[in-house]
């Protein structure tokens, strides 16, 4: 079974800034690609920052800027600093990660429990 373990949101007002750490564990043969991806009230879930075990990175455009991801292969972890928050940045954020659970399996989604970010104006 493989779990994602996400840490970090809570309440912080504009302008401020939020650490988000999302933990792997279980049975993990290879990871492909960890991230976070968000739901604001009312829509739908969407790509906030992804990471390859390579080091590349993609954003949203409308984090670019403010929003780093980073990730520590060894400890299979992903992180998302993010600054300079707005208003418009509330919402659950998932961790998500793209891996394979032995040699011969394909590649499969996982996702963590969420956790909220709210954004005071």
């Known amino acids: 079974q493989v779990q994602l373990m996400e840490s970090g949101g809570g309440l912080v007002q504009a302008g401020g800034s939020l650490r988000l750490s999302c933990a792997a564990s279980g049975s993990i043969f290879s990871i492909n690609r960890m991230g976070w991806y968000r739901q604001a009230p009312g829509a739908q879930r969407e790509l906030v920052a992804t990471i390859t075990s390579g080091g590349n990175t993609n954003y949203a455009d409308s984090v670019k800027g403010r929003f780093t991801v980073s990730g520590d292969n060894t400890k299979k972890m992903v992180f998302l600093q993010m600054n300079s928050l707005n208003p418009e940045d509330t919402a659950v954020y998932y961790c998500?990660?793209?891996?394979?659970?032995?040699?011969?399996?394909?590649?499969?989604?996982?996702w963590g429990q969420g956790t909220p970010v709210t954004v005071s104006s």
């Open positions: 998500h990660a793209k891996l394979r659970r032995a040699i011969l399996d394909p590649s499969s989604d996982y």
